[in-house]
């Protein structure tokens, strides 16, 4: 298993780094030094895809990233090079995303998080080189309300990263979308396919349950029989099939969260169901006020 690790990274290692030797204090005259990262004494260079230097010490890489670490142990061509050289490695990360990186991993702080994108960069670099501490980060920042991000982004990415709790509150929060609105055809391209499923169908279950509810036998006699509880008559509700048939319709467009929102109570058939009144006494079926109570104050699934 160790040496699959090892013929592994070092293959990700040939891929995407470039190294060059520098000796004494030479510097590339093309790149700029990040001044969060100028140590004089450093003995590695960093280099992001857009040209700035970030000067650090190996044994800091080597403690916090397992990439580094395997790259560093591997054997090295010395013959010729002298004591003191600087190795200048070149990746395929931005400045940004790299200063961030290593403030994290050097203890020298932590950068703001509430892009979404910048953090999904984050975290991938993060992931490719093996540094558990802003993996953790990245992790408890995806979750925050401060983040500007949809739900759906942040379920693809917690499913990504198999983080369980993350993707199941994510999921959540996506019941008061529509998943086929156009608007949210690229989110959804990021979300892969086997977890996209498991979202599109936890949208139907939700709707499922909430038509199940509304056809139970406790809701005006969906089923069985029922008698006025004014005058004793047999109840014949036509303003509750036409609210149900509503609702069950507006749950494609417009899904609700916890509780009903507005563009659920503020229709017609609604106000005549609370409105509908029995022909005999001519008082309102107090009944129907109950239910609809109930329904409305109660936390959906």
């Not at 999904?120 to 992931?127: D, F, G, I, R, V």
Request: include cysteine; proline fraction near 5%; hydrophobic fraction near 40%.
């Amino acid at each position: 298993m160790a040496t699959h690790t090892t013929t592994l990274t070092e293959a990700v290692a040939t891929e995407v780094v470039t190294t060059q030797v520098f000796t004494g204090n030479e510097e590339s005259m093309a790149a700029k030094t990040h001044p969060a990262f100028a140590s004089p004494d450093a003995d590695v260079q960093l280099c992001s895809k857009d040209n700035t230097t970030f000067c650090i010490h190996s044994h800091t890489l080597v403690a916090v990233s397992g990439w580094f670490r395997t790259m560093f142990t591997l054997p090295q061509d010395t013959a010729g090079v002298s004591a003191n050289t600087i190795e200048v490695i070149h990746v395929q990360e931005d400045a940004d995303v790299l200063a961030g990186l290593l403030a994290i991993v050097s203890g020298t702080g932590c950068p703001d998080l509430k892009n979404i994108d910048y953090l999904e960069s984050l975290l991938c670099a993060a992931e490719k080189y093996e540094m558990p501490l802003p993996i953790a980060i990245a992790r408890v920042a995806l979750m925050s309300p401060v983040v500007n991000a949809s739900p759906i982004r942040v379920y693809g990415i917690a499913c990504r990263m198999n983080w369980i709790p993350e993707a199941k509150l994510a999921s959540t929060r996506t019941l008061v979308l529509d998943l086929f609105a156009p608007g949210w055809v690229a989110e959804l391209d990021r979300v892969d396919a086997p977890h996209l499923t498991k979202l599109i169908a936890l949208h139907r279950q939700r709707k499922e349950r909430f038509i199940a509810a509304l056809d139970s036998p406790t809701f005006f006699a969906n089923h069985r029989p029922a008698k006025c509880f004014n005058c004793g008559r047999e109840l014949v509700h036509h303003e509750w099939q036409s609210l149900k048939y509503r609702w069950a319709k507006q749950m494609d467009k417009r899904p609700f969260g916890e509780h009903l929102s507005s563009e659920y109570m503020d229709v017609e058939e609604l106000a005549a169901v609370l409105g509908a009144r029995c022909p005999i006494k001519n008082v309102s079926w107090r009944n129907c006020r109950d239910v609809l109570s109930s329904l409305i104050s109660r936390p959906r699934e």
